[in-house]
């Protein structure tokens, strides 16, 4: 019977996952971190790292939320800056996406539900300015 309170560390936890600490992917199932209902990953990027394939969850949204940094993604038409703590982008499922980080930063990001194989590649496209916010 696993534990009805658990402690660790994001970072160190989703050092394998990319970030995601919580989600569909943890094993055992029984793990409180085991869920269908989101995924939560802990995001430290370096200055200049980015994903530049678009990409699309067809089935969740998502909400990052910048801890430290400079942070921009890419949306299809328009371009959001996260440059300050507590700043917040969400968007919904199929919405396509990329993102830049434009100095060392961290991002919290949660998306909902968790489904196995949800995000993919939509295609491939460098990140250009566009309609900037913030």
């Not at 430290?68 to 300050?84: A, D, M, P």
């Amino acid at each position: 019977m696993q534990p009805k309170v658990i402690f660790g560390n994001a970072e160190s936890e989703g050092a394998n996952r990319w970030g995601w600490f919580m989600g569909h992917f943890i094993t055992p199932d029984d793990d409180l971190r085991s869920t269908t209902a989101l995924e939560i990953k802990w995001g430290v990027h370096q200055a200049g790292e980015s994903r530049t394939e678009w990409a699309v969850n067809n089935q969740a949204a998502t909400l990052s939320i910048l801890i430290q940094g400079v942070f921009c993604l890419q949306f299809e038409n328009r371009e959001i800056s996260l440059t300050r703590e507590g700043d917040y982008v969400l968007w919904c499922a199929g919405v396509p996406h990329c993102w830049v980080a434009k100095s060392d930063c961290t991002i919290l990001t949660v998306r909902w539900p968790s489904t196995p194989n949800d995000s993919v590649e939509v295609r491939s496209h460098n990140i250009s300015s566009g309609d900037s916010q913030k």
